[in-house]
Protein backbone atom coordinates (compact mmCIF):
# COMPACT_ATOMS: atom_id res chain seq x y z
CA UNK A 1 0.00 0.00 0.00
CA UNK A 2 1.00 3.76 -0.96
CA UNK A 3 2.33 6.07 2.28
CA UNK A 4 -0.15 9.18 2.26
CA UNK A 5 1.63 12.07 0.78
CA UNK A 6 1.49 14.95 2.42
CA UNK A 7 2.58 18.61 1.05
CA UNK A 8 4.07 21.01 3.46
CA UNK A 9 4.87 24.65 2.62
CA UNK A 10 7.77 25.75 4.90
CA UNK A 11 8.56 22.45 5.92
CA UNK A 12 11.83 23.01 7.12
CA UNK A 13 11.83 25.56 9.68
CA UNK A 14 10.65 25.34 13.61
CA UNK A 15 7.44 23.71 13.30
CA UNK A 16 7.99 21.76 9.61
CA UNK A 17 10.78 20.18 11.23
CA UNK A 18 8.86 18.61 13.68
CA UNK A 19 5.86 18.20 11.84
CA UNK A 20 8.19 16.10 9.09
CA UNK A 21 9.31 13.64 11.85
CA UNK A 22 5.54 13.15 13.59
CA UNK A 23 3.83 12.47 10.01
CA UNK A 24 6.74 10.17 8.47
CA UNK A 25 6.69 8.17 12.30
CA UNK A 26 2.72 7.78 11.28
CA UNK A 27 3.77 5.96 7.79
CA UNK A 28 2.99 9.26 5.37
CA UNK A 29 5.30 10.03 2.64
CA UNK A 30 6.24 13.91 3.45
CA UNK A 31 7.24 16.78 0.31
CA UNK A 32 8.09 19.65 1.35
CA UNK A 33 7.67 23.16 -0.91
CA UNK A 34 11.38 24.67 -0.51
CA UNK A 35 13.16 27.42 -1.67
CA UNK A 36 16.61 25.03 -1.86
CA UNK A 37 16.43 21.51 -4.13
CA UNK A 38 16.69 18.19 -2.22
CA UNK A 39 14.81 14.90 -2.59
CA UNK A 40 12.05 15.37 -1.13
CA UNK A 41 11.37 18.91 -1.92
CA UNK A 42 10.12 20.88 -4.82
CA UNK A 43 10.22 24.61 -5.46
CA UNK A 44 7.70 27.33 -5.38
CA UNK A 45 7.95 27.71 -9.54
CA UNK A 46 7.76 24.05 -9.84
CA UNK A 47 4.46 23.99 -7.71
CA UNK A 48 3.02 26.84 -10.06
CA UNK A 49 3.76 25.42 -13.42
CA UNK A 50 3.53 21.00 -12.55
CA UNK A 51 1.25 21.78 -9.68
CA UNK A 52 0.83 19.22 -6.86
CA UNK A 53 2.48 16.44 -6.53
CA UNK A 54 0.04 13.34 -7.74
CA UNK A 55 -1.68 11.53 -5.06
CA UNK A 56 -1.57 14.32 -2.51
CA UNK A 57 -3.63 13.65 0.37
CA UNK A 58 -3.07 16.24 2.35
CA UNK A 59 -1.70 20.17 2.11
CA UNK A 60 -0.44 21.93 5.13
CA UNK A 61 1.13 25.76 4.50
CA UNK A 62 3.47 26.90 7.44
CA UNK A 63 5.68 29.47 5.16
CA UNK A 64 6.15 33.23 5.82
CA UNK A 65 9.07 35.10 7.05
CA UNK A 66 9.47 35.69 10.57
CA UNK A 67 8.49 38.85 11.53
CA UNK A 68 10.38 38.38 15.26
CA UNK A 69 13.83 38.47 13.24
CA UNK A 70 15.37 40.33 15.40
CA UNK A 71 18.57 40.79 13.09
CA UNK A 72 16.63 42.59 10.56
CA UNK A 73 14.96 46.44 10.83
CA UNK A 74 11.43 46.95 10.58
CA UNK A 75 11.47 48.58 7.36
CA UNK A 76 8.39 49.27 4.67
CA UNK A 77 10.37 46.39 2.74
CA UNK A 78 10.82 43.80 5.56
CA UNK A 79 7.06 44.34 6.26
CA UNK A 80 6.12 43.45 2.24
CA UNK A 81 8.14 40.27 2.26
CA UNK A 82 6.56 39.36 6.02
CA UNK A 83 3.27 40.07 4.24
CA UNK A 84 4.20 38.71 0.91
CA UNK A 85 5.90 35.31 1.88
CA UNK A 86 2.13 34.31 3.63
CA UNK A 87 -0.24 35.72 1.40
CA UNK A 88 1.86 34.64 -1.89
CA UNK A 89 2.77 31.21 -0.94
CA UNK A 90 -0.62 30.72 0.22
CA UNK A 91 -2.58 32.00 -2.76
CA UNK A 92 0.04 29.37 -4.82
CA UNK A 93 -1.07 26.43 -2.67
CA UNK A 94 -4.26 27.28 -3.14
CA UNK A 95 -4.16 27.86 -7.00
CA UNK A 96 -2.75 24.79 -7.36
CA UNK A 97 -5.20 22.70 -5.36
CA UNK A 98 -8.14 24.14 -7.23
CA UNK A 99 -6.70 23.15 -10.43
CA UNK A 100 -5.42 19.89 -9.76
CA UNK A 101 -7.57 17.11 -10.78
CA UNK A 102 -6.90 14.59 -8.20
CA UNK A 103 -7.55 16.88 -5.72
CA UNK A 104 -6.41 16.71 -1.67
CA UNK A 105 -8.48 15.78 1.12
CA UNK A 106 -7.74 18.49 3.65
CA UNK A 107 -5.97 22.08 3.31
CA UNK A 108 -4.67 22.82 6.81
CA UNK A 109 -3.38 26.33 6.57
CA UNK A 110 -1.52 28.13 10.02
CA UNK A 111 -2.11 31.51 10.46
CA UNK A 112 -1.98 33.27 14.11
CA UNK A 113 -4.22 34.72 17.26
CA UNK A 114 -2.56 38.00 15.55
CA UNK A 115 -6.10 38.08 13.35
CA UNK A 116 -7.87 39.32 16.95
CA UNK A 117 -7.09 42.96 18.03
CA UNK A 118 -4.94 43.26 21.10
CA UNK A 119 -7.08 43.43 24.49
CA UNK A 120 -7.19 43.48 27.91
CA UNK A 121 -10.96 42.66 28.40
CA UNK A 122 -12.19 40.98 25.47
CA UNK A 123 -12.01 37.28 25.47
CA UNK A 124 -11.90 35.46 21.70
CA UNK A 125 -12.99 32.14 20.49
CA UNK A 126 -13.18 30.97 16.88
CA UNK A 127 -16.67 32.50 16.02
CA UNK A 128 -14.58 35.95 17.00
CA UNK A 129 -15.05 38.94 14.51
CA UNK A 130 -11.13 39.81 13.05
CA UNK A 131 -11.45 43.14 12.93
CA UNK A 132 -8.54 45.14 14.29
CA UNK A 133 -6.65 47.77 12.11
CA UNK A 134 -3.13 46.67 13.45
CA UNK A 135 -0.79 45.78 10.55
CA UNK A 136 -1.02 41.87 11.54
CA UNK A 137 -4.92 41.90 11.99
CA UNK A 138 -4.99 43.46 8.47
CA UNK A 139 -2.75 40.95 7.46
CA UNK A 140 -4.33 38.13 8.68
CA UNK A 141 -7.63 38.72 7.01
CA UNK A 142 -5.65 39.18 3.62
CA UNK A 143 -3.53 35.92 4.42
CA UNK A 144 -6.80 33.42 5.51
CA UNK A 145 -8.62 34.97 2.42
CA UNK A 146 -5.70 33.76 0.05
CA UNK A 147 -6.46 29.68 1.31
CA UNK A 148 -9.57 29.87 -0.89
CA UNK A 149 -10.26 26.38 -2.15
CA UNK A 150 -13.03 24.50 -4.07
CA UNK A 151 -15.16 21.91 -2.80
CA UNK A 152 -14.39 18.91 -1.88
CA UNK A 153 -11.03 20.31 -0.31
CA UNK A 154 -11.63 20.66 3.51
CA UNK A 155 -10.29 23.86 4.80
CA UNK A 156 -9.04 23.83 8.17
CA UNK A 157 -7.40 27.53 9.53
CA UNK A 158 -5.42 27.10 12.81
CA UNK A 159 -4.78 30.43 14.44
CA UNK A 160 -1.74 29.33 16.41
CA UNK A 161 -0.35 31.03 19.67
CA UNK A 162 3.20 31.62 20.95
CA UNK A 163 4.46 28.13 19.90
CA UNK A 164 6.89 26.63 22.86
CA UNK A 165 9.56 24.38 21.94
CA UNK A 166 13.37 24.11 22.74
CA UNK A 167 14.47 24.72 19.11
CA UNK A 168 12.69 27.82 18.04
CA UNK A 169 10.62 30.57 18.46
CA UNK A 170 10.22 32.28 21.71
CA UNK A 171 11.83 30.04 24.05
CA UNK A 172 15.25 29.92 21.89
CA UNK A 173 15.20 33.76 21.96
CA UNK A 174 14.92 33.95 25.85
CA UNK A 175 16.85 30.82 27.24
CA UNK A 176 20.26 32.51 27.45
CA UNK A 177 19.10 35.65 29.41
CA UNK A 178 16.94 33.44 31.55
CA UNK A 179 19.68 30.74 32.22
CA UNK A 180 22.07 33.41 33.66
CA UNK A 181 18.60 35.03 35.58
CA UNK A 182 18.02 37.47 33.53
CA UNK A 183 14.70 37.33 32.23
CA UNK A 184 11.43 38.86 33.65
CA UNK A 185 8.06 40.26 32.53
CA UNK A 186 7.72 42.15 29.54
CA UNK A 187 6.37 45.88 30.18
CA UNK A 188 3.13 45.52 32.41
CA UNK A 189 3.41 42.12 32.86
CA UNK A 190 -0.80 41.92 32.75
CA UNK A 191 -0.82 41.48 28.62
CA UNK A 192 -1.99 38.06 27.75
CA UNK A 193 -0.09 35.36 26.27
CA UNK A 194 -1.84 32.89 23.86
CA UNK A 195 0.39 29.59 23.74
CA UNK A 196 1.17 26.39 22.25
CA UNK A 197 3.17 23.97 22.94
CA UNK A 198 4.96 22.50 19.91
CA UNK A 199 3.88 18.78 20.28
CA UNK A 200 0.15 19.94 20.90
CA UNK A 201 0.31 22.52 17.39
CA UNK A 202 1.51 19.22 15.15
CA UNK A 203 -0.55 16.81 16.52
CA UNK A 204 -3.54 19.07 16.34
CA UNK A 205 -1.99 19.45 12.50
CA UNK A 206 -2.19 15.30 12.18
CA UNK A 207 -5.69 15.76 13.95
CA UNK A 208 -7.44 17.91 10.94
CA UNK A 209 -5.74 16.11 8.09
CA UNK A 210 -7.23 12.62 9.39
CA UNK A 211 -10.87 14.01 11.00
CA UNK A 212 -12.87 14.21 7.68
CA UNK A 213 -15.42 16.63 10.07
CA UNK A 214 -12.93 19.05 10.60
CA UNK A 215 -13.48 22.18 9.10
CA UNK A 216 -12.57 25.86 9.40
CA UNK A 217 -11.08 28.26 11.98
CA UNK A 218 -9.35 26.00 14.86
CA UNK A 219 -7.60 28.28 17.25
CA UNK A 220 -4.62 26.91 17.93
CA UNK A 221 -4.11 27.81 21.38
CA UNK A 222 -3.42 25.46 24.98
CA UNK A 223 -6.85 25.82 26.98
CA UNK A 224 -4.99 27.52 29.81
CA UNK A 225 -4.90 31.37 29.27
CA UNK A 226 -2.46 33.16 30.83
CA UNK A 227 -0.04 36.64 30.92
CA UNK A 228 3.07 37.21 30.05
CA UNK A 229 3.96 37.52 34.01
CA UNK A 230 2.64 34.06 34.87
CA UNK A 231 4.57 32.91 31.72
CA UNK A 232 7.65 34.61 33.16
CA UNK A 233 6.97 33.14 36.55
CA UNK A 234 6.43 29.43 35.02
CA UNK A 235 9.81 29.39 32.89
CA UNK A 236 11.94 30.97 35.79
CA UNK A 237 10.87 28.35 38.07
CA UNK A 238 11.08 25.54 35.66
CA UNK A 239 14.42 26.60 35.08
CA UNK A 240 15.31 27.09 38.71
CA UNK A 241 16.28 30.89 38.16
CA UNK A 242 15.04 34.31 39.19
CA UNK A 243 13.24 36.64 36.82
CA UNK A 244 13.30 39.94 37.95
CA UNK A 245 14.27 41.68 34.98
CA UNK A 246 11.56 43.76 33.48
CA UNK A 247 11.98 44.79 30.29
CA UNK A 248 10.22 48.31 29.89
CA UNK A 249 7.43 48.88 26.76
CA UNK A 250 9.64 52.05 25.81
CA UNK A 251 13.06 50.08 24.88
CA UNK A 252 11.42 47.32 22.99
CA UNK A 253 9.18 49.97 20.75
CA UNK A 254 12.88 51.91 20.50
CA UNK A 255 14.87 48.87 19.51
CA UNK A 256 11.78 47.10 17.80
CA UNK A 257 9.56 49.50 16.12
CA UNK A 258 6.17 50.01 17.96
CA UNK A 259 4.27 48.45 15.29
CA UNK A 260 6.34 45.26 15.86
CA UNK A 261 6.55 45.45 19.75
CA UNK A 262 2.85 45.39 20.42
CA UNK A 263 3.61 41.30 19.44
CA UNK A 264 5.25 41.38 22.59
CA UNK A 265 3.96 43.97 24.91
CA UNK A 266 0.01 43.39 23.85
CA UNK A 267 -1.98 40.60 24.10
CA UNK A 268 -5.06 38.80 23.50
CA UNK A 269 -7.24 36.38 25.75
CA UNK A 270 -7.70 33.28 23.43
CA UNK A 271 -9.61 30.00 23.95
CA UNK A 272 -9.49 27.37 21.68
CA UNK A 273 -13.63 26.42 21.99
CA UNK A 274 -14.08 24.89 18.50
CA UNK A 275 -10.56 22.80 19.04
CA UNK A 276 -12.14 21.05 22.28
CA UNK A 277 -15.22 20.45 20.51
CA UNK A 278 -13.98 18.64 17.91
CA UNK A 279 -12.39 16.25 20.48
CA UNK A 280 -8.54 16.83 20.37
CA UNK A 281 -6.62 15.86 23.41
CA UNK A 282 -4.03 18.42 24.48
CA UNK A 283 -0.78 17.05 25.84
CA UNK A 284 0.60 19.99 27.52
CA UNK A 285 -2.70 21.93 28.76
CA UNK A 286 -0.71 24.05 31.65
CA UNK A 287 2.01 26.39 31.03
CA UNK A 288 3.83 25.05 34.02
CA UNK A 289 3.78 21.56 31.27
CA UNK A 290 4.73 22.90 28.68
CA UNK A 291 7.90 25.25 30.48
CA UNK A 292 9.17 22.21 32.46
CA UNK A 293 9.68 20.03 29.28
CA UNK A 294 11.06 22.85 27.69
CA UNK A 295 13.37 23.52 30.10
CA UNK A 296 14.68 19.93 31.11
CA UNK A 297 17.76 19.96 29.14
CA UNK A 298 18.64 23.53 30.23
CA UNK A 299 17.85 22.64 33.54
CA UNK A 300 20.37 20.12 34.28
CA UNK A 301 23.62 20.73 36.23
Avoid at 45 to 59: D, I, K, N, W
Avoid at 93 to 100: D, P, R, T, Y
Avoid at 205 to 213: C, D, G, L, T
Amino acid sequence: MAAKKVLIGGGTGFVGTRLNSLLKANNYCVVNISRMPGANNISWSALETSGLPSQTCAVVNLAGQQFMDFTKMWTPGFKQNVKTSRVYTTKAIASAINKSQDKPRVFVLITGVGAYEPSETIKYDESSPTTGNDFFSKLLVEWEQAATVDPPVRLVIIRSGVVLGREGGMIKNMIVPFFFGLGGPIASGKQFLPWIHIEDLIRLIQFAIENENVKGVLNGVAPQVITNAEFTKSFAKALSRPAFFTVPEFSLNLLLNPERAMMLTKGQYVVPKRTLEYGFQYKYCTIDEACAECAHLFSKN
